[in-house]
């Protein structure tokens, strides 16, 4: 369509007057740089250099403000999650696993190992996967009954009833077969069997996740983990012959706002179906009670799982595997952590005796500190093994430089501490003097190599402050319980050595 003569002069005129602002703003701008350099060219370089700086400061400060207004925070936490490291593969945890076995771990090794087992047996079986996930008693066993007449799943008005997992063969719509998990129920009150429910929804194609209500903020939660894997969820609203159309379609609507998975979420209703006891009135004025059937409402879940099921099968398979392997590394992590914990604890302790020892056995002064740096070494070489860091010889001996360093004004105290803790100890008698100065010394090995050992495990390298920030504190905690401990550990060394002399 064209338009009108005055429409185009008044467009014109306004173009006009625009650039004529435009050129305006331009020149006073102009001249404003002219009247700042002239300025600036008389000014000291110093002056100048400041002001650069100045400017550059603002002008980045300026950009990040920009680029934040402009990026919503949901699209910069997308971003993030994004950029945050991919699934492990199964070359990679396999490659764990065998490094873990060579050192000893088999035991911790197990579960992650169990767990690609059961993946390949379901690649091998070819089976679709559905696990039915949700709180407790918000009708899964009932869903599982309705879904299967003949299923015997436990049903109970009580919390908590499904106490394993339960698999069943369901026929879909369009006649596919699928392995159906009943699940106990999630975020019961002592919550033992949460973390059983959602491995097992780890292991699923899909994951069917039934309420019956709103989303309380742990339940959202409880979804987005499974989200998080990019696991195709169906989000059933349970119980719907409760609720009428209306309140369901407001449900719904809210829920589907609520879960931010986008097309990756089906929203749907669904029904167990039950039976509902009515009073019948008679013209006569007789009363009866009747018992009216209300049939299971499951044709709009069936549908969404087949929806899913009929689209691409190696994504689907794909995205089970990467949960899987998700799964199976952070199982190998968790025991991992508690072998190696269970082992640098081991090498702890025997340092600290060995500590205790030397410093009894010392023939002449000064040659314990020979000792004790030899076992220091010793000591810290073990938790880097044990932790995989590699820390060169340089690096422990500037370590441990520092960390005496770090205890020099903290030694008269240990001592104090020590000579305390044996006074309750009767008939120490002449010994005392070596024996304070064999427990200080073991105050100082066990809360070393308890600080080297934790920023070990939590850091993954050893960054020097921190670990001698951890050892200051370590120094000071429970210190009069560890120094009652030690000293009974170094009398009885002392015993024993008496017994073999005599
Ligand atoms: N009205 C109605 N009641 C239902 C429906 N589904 C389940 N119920 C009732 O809800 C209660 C709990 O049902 P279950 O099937 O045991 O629930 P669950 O989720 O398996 O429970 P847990 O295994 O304890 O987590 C029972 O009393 C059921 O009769 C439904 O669709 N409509
Ligand atoms: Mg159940």
């Given at each position: 369509m064209r338009s009108s003569l005055p429409l185009r002069l008044l467009i014109a005129v306004g173009l006009s007057l625009g650039l004529a602002l435009l050129l305006l703003v331009v020149l006073y701008a102009t001249s404003i740089a002219f009247q700042v350099w002239d300025h600036l060219r008389q000014s000291p370089v110093w002056f100048v250099a400041l002001y650069a700086l100045g400017l550059a400061l603002l002008t980045g400060f300026g950009a990040r403000l920009i680029w934040r207004v402009l990026t919503p925070r949901r699209r910069r936490r997308a971003r993030r999650e994004a950029e945050s490291p991919p699934a492990p593969t199964e070359a990679e945890i396999r490659a764990r696993i065998e490094r873990a076995v060579s050192k000893g771990a088999v035991a911790e090794a197990e579960e992650a190992r169990q767990e690609l087992e059961e993946l390949a047996a379901r690649r091998e079986a070819g089976q679709i996967h559905v696990a039915l996930l949700g709180p407790v008693s918000t009708g899964k066993s009932s869903l599982v009954r309705a879904l299967l007449p003949g299923a015997t799943a436990a049903v109970s008005p009580?919390?908590?009833?499904?106490?394993e997992i339960t698999r069943y063969t369901w026929e879909s719509p369009a006649g596919d077969r699928l392995v159906i998990s009943d699940l106990p129920g999630l975020l019961e009150a002592d919550g033992t069997l949460d973390t059983v429910a959602r491995e097992e929804a780890l292991r699923a194609h899909l994951v069917v996740y039934l309420i019956e209500g709103d989303l309380t903020r742990d339940q959202l939660t409880a979804l987005h983990e499974v989200l998080a894997l990019g696991k195709p969820v169906v989000l059933a609203l349970g119980k719907s012959d409760l609720m009428s159309a209306q309140d369901q379609e407001t449900l719904r609507a809210r829920l589907a706002a609520r879960v931010a998975g986008g097309s990756r979420v089906d929203v749907v209703s669904v029904s167990a179906g039950a039976e509902r006891e009515l009073v019948r009135m008679h013209s006569d004025g007789r009363e009866d009670v009747v018992t009216r059937v209300i049939p299971p409402r499951t044709e709009e879940l069936a549908q969404a799982i087949q929806r899913r099921i009929d689209g691409d099968r190696k994504v689907l398979d794909g995205l089970r595997d990467a949960a899987v392997f998700v799964l199976a590394s952070r199982k190998l992590d968790e025991s991992l952590a508690t072998h190696r914990r269970t082992r640098a604890l081991e090498v702890v302790s025997s340092s600290t005796r060995k500590a205790i020892l030397g410093a009894m056995a010392a023939v002449s002064p000064g040659t314990d500190v020979v000792i004790q740096g030899y076992l220091g070494f010793q000591m810290l070489r073990g938790l880097a093994d044990i932790y995989e860091v590699p820390l060169s010889k340089v690096d422990v001996e500037r370590f441990l430089l520092n960390a005496s360093g770090r205890v020099n004004k903290t030694v008269p105290v240990l001592l104090a501490v020590a000579g305390n803790a044996l006074k309750a100890f009767p008939g120490v008698g002449t010994l005392t003097g070596g024996l304070v100065h064999a427990v200080a010394y073991g105050l100082l090995f066990d809360s070393l190599g308890r600080a080297v050992a934790d920023t070990l495990a939590s850091r993954g390298t050893l960054p020097e402050q921190v670990a001698l920030k951890t050892f200051e504190e370590r120094l000071s905690e429970d210190v009069e319980g560890r120094a009652r401990r030690l000293a009974k550990l170094a009398l009885a060394e002392v015993r024993l050595t008496r017994s073999t002399r005599s």
């Open positions: 009580v919390g908590g009833t499904t106490r």
